[in-house]
């Protein structure tokens, strides 16, 4: 497949104009018009009251071309609303509190400033950015990196410490699920991989301690020129493991300030939030040292990248797809009740990356026996984010810049691809769904931190260590396409980032918010193979298609959320998803809708294969809004929708929804929670932590 370089074609002149509009007229009064100014500075006057508040006082209407933040005097302050202070910087947050509200002040602004487009054909060539160059391609034609343990010109290769295969219940040498024929489909791959778990003389898979032994090596031996890797312990599991990633970059040190000086994007690669799924993980082994040493390291001289290759260590010691309390932590990632998707929030949040990708694998014989007598085919299933209020030039970045060019990949190599698609666990649903519209995956939920956000899945539930050579190079072909796609696009996505941050936080107070969307019901043509003559086999089946979602629900967005103060677990949460949250220093009135309950009962959590394992019942309520005036008191809190992450917080706070924090009982009654509907003026606290 022909991996374009040129600039962004779907930008159309047209479609951005329009959008260009709808994100200002948001901002500007109806009876005005006229250019905007692309950069706009606002005064900014701190207060020197004691305690720490300052005052963040926007008059309503006041969004003419010079809103001002009228605070007491000195001293006077100027910040530029960049693109920068219109996406949420935790970071910074939770480091500087003096400067988090000054960035609090321009992001509350800047939701009223012009919104700048990335650009597209037909922009004078010198205020247009320049297309990426071609990246340095090591070897033509293929995209799969070498075998490990092959020392190259200038490599050193340390050979790990050979351990004792350890036993695993994970890969208990089962009997293979399905005849020769079938087996013949899937031949070995031209590569063959080494990592400690695919020695051919192993019967279980990487353990986690090899896993950090094998991190560690690749730090130390990396540095080779301006390469920096290191070890990031981003968490612990239940049980105590360490949850560990590695960082390479070129930057000048591998600090996160750092990185943001530097500039380039980071991406973020995970594997095996699945216990019970191998291959990502094995891959991410083969990928880290590649870009450590091999031959994915001159991708470093454009991003960033963040490797954890397990995310879920007690699921893999016992092959188990959920962690040790028994929870999916794939549907765990907006809720973040386990450590486990905690410390895969809190990496998201710090190293703010462009790119999620989320490496699986899937069942492969089981109830696709069961139902169709028939053999998943595919060797790939893809799929991005797919949930309401996904900004539409993602969609299409995640379709034109990566999927596309990623079934060129998979195809060059002879590995077949589809969408994502799974079925239920009930013997008698022989509906076929792709992956759902629930914010609570790690597919959605990242997405809807403005990243394209991609899901890998192999063929391999089930199949223990049948094909494992040939399900890694699977996931080693697609996330060498995706680093592939993010270097050579980086410029343009992080211009569709900071466009679609800003057109976002410009909706604050206006139109419609969609608060649950469904997938929409089709049939469609899906080939399978025959169990005994391993033969393509085409079914007509029912299909819930995720790309074409279906409003179920929408309201009046609002201009924020309050909280009450005994909602802390979910100011917690959201501050880790990255949510900006502040906290009321004085008490105040906001003109609100209240959540008005007319029907209420529990059930369960749901998601396209049957219920969510480890989530317990949750609360379906019914509510209506109801306009009123509140009285709010010091230390509740405020939750503005004119920031780039404005969506996520209505994923998690609109409470008649199954991922909601309400019904999930994150936030214990309704009358704790209301919806903002004029942009307040209210007294906040310094920091937001
Ligand atoms: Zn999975």
């Not at 509190?97 to 609090?104: H, K, N, Q, T």
């Not at 454009?302 to 999916?328: E, F, L, Q, S, Y």
């Not at 589809?418 to 769904?433: A, F, G, L, N």
């Not at 993010?486 to 057109?503: G, N, P």
Request: charged share 20%.
């Amino acid at each position: 497949m022909e991996r374009g370089l040129q600039a962004p074609d779907w930008f159309s002149p047209v479609t951005a104009q329009v959008a260009v509009r709808a994100a200002t007229d948001a901002c500007l009064p109806r009876r005005q018009g006229g250019v905007r100014p692309l950069r706009r500075t606002f005064d900014v006057a701190a207060t020197d009251t004691p305690a720490k508040a300052r005052a963040v006082n926007i008059a309503p209407g006041s969004t003419g071309s010079q809103a001002r933040h009228t605070m007491t005097q000195r001293p006077t302050l100027f910040v530029s609303a960049t693109s920068r202070a219109a996406q949420p910087t935790p970071l910074m947050a939770r480091r500087t509190p003096w400067r988090s509200s000054l960035a609090l002040v321009a992001l509350l602004l800047s939701a009223c400033a012009s919104t700048p487009l990335p650009p597209w054909p037909g922009t004078p060539p010198a205020a247009q950015a320049r297309a990426p160059e071609a990246l340095p391609r090591v070897q033509r034609g293929t995209v799969v990196p070498a075998p490990l343990g092959q020392a190259r010109d200038g490599v050193v290769v340390t050979p790990l410490p050979s351990s004792p295969p350890a036993p695993a219940a994970a890969d208990t040498a089962a009997a293979a699920p399905y005849g020769p024929a079938v087996a013949a489909r899937f031949a070995a791959p031209p590569t063959s991989y080494h990592t400690p778990g695919l020695a051919a003389e192993r019967s279980s898979f990487t353990t986690n301690a090899e896993l950090g032994a094998w991190l560690r090596d690749v730090a130390g031996t990396a540095p080779r020129g301006a390469t920096l890797a290191r070890v990031l312990s981003l968490g612990a599991s239940q049980h105590g493991e360490p949850i560990e990633g590695l960082l390479l970059t070129r930057a000048k040190d591998t600090d996160i300030a750092s990185l943001e000086a530097n500039g380039r994007s980071t991406v973020v690669l995970i594997g095996q939030q699945h216990g019970d799924e191998p291959a990502g993980s094995e891959a991410l082994l083969v990928i880290a040292r590649e870009l450590a040493q091999g031959l994915l390291e001159p991708l470093l001289d454009r991003i960033n990248v963040v490797v954890i290759p397990r995310a879920n260590p007690d699921g893999a010691a016992r092959g188990t797809r959920t962690t040790a309390n028994g929870v999916d932590m794939n549907r765990d990632h907006l809720l973040l009740n386990t450590p486990e998707a905690q410390a895969l929030a809190r990496a998201v949040r710090d190293y703010r990356p462009i790119l999620v990708l989320d490496a699986h694998e899937f069942t492969v014989v089981g109830r696709y026996l069961q139902k169709f007598n028939a053999i998943q085919r595919y060797d790939a299933l893809l799929q991005y984010t797919t949930t309401a209020n996904y900004p539409e030039f993602l969609t299409k970045a995640s379709e034109e810049w990566y999927h596309q060019p990623m079934l060129g990949a998979l195809q060059s190599q002879g590995l077949s691809s589809e969408w994502y698609y799974t079925t239920s666990t009930r013997p008698d649903d022989r509906r076929i769904s792709m992956g759902g519209a629930q914010p609570d995956t790690g597919r959605n939920v990242n997405g809807l931190k403005n990243a394209v956000s991609l899901l890998v899945e192999t063929r391999g539930v089930g199949l223990g260590r049948m094909h494992i050579q040939r399900r890694v190079h699977t996931q080693v072909t697609a996330i060498t396409s995706a680093l592939r796609s993010t270097a050579e696009r980086a410029t343009h996505l992080e211009q569709v980032r900071s466009f679609v941050a800003r057109d976002i936080a410009s909706k604050a107070c206006n139109g419609q918010v969609v608060v649950e969307a469904q997938a929409t019901p089709m049939q469609r043509e899906l080939t399978m193979l025959d169990p005994e003559t391993g033969a393509d086999r085409t079914l007509k089946v029912d299909w819930n298609s995720s790309l074409a979602l279906r409003t179920v629900k929408s309201r009046a967005r609002p201009c924020g959320y309050w909280l009450a103060p005994s909602a802390t677990t979910a100011v917690e949460r959201l501050q880790l998803l990255g949510v900006q949250v502040l906290r009321i220093a004085e008490p105040g009135a906001l003109l609100a809708d209240t959540y008005n309950e007319t029907a209420r009962d529990t059930t369960e959590r749901a998601d396209v294969r049957g219920t969510v394992a480890g989530g317990a019942s949750i609360i379906r309520s019914q509510v209506t809004p109801v306009r009123r005036a509140i009285d709010v008191p010091a230390g509740s809190f405020y939750v503005p929708l004119n920031q780039g992450l404005a969506n996520l917080a209505v994923a998690a706070l609109e409470p008649d929804t199954q991922s909601s924090y309400f019904a999930n009982r994150l936030i214990d009654d309704l009358a704790s929670t209301a919806r903002v509907m004029k942009v307040p003026s209210l007294v906040f606290e310094d920091t937001d932590e």
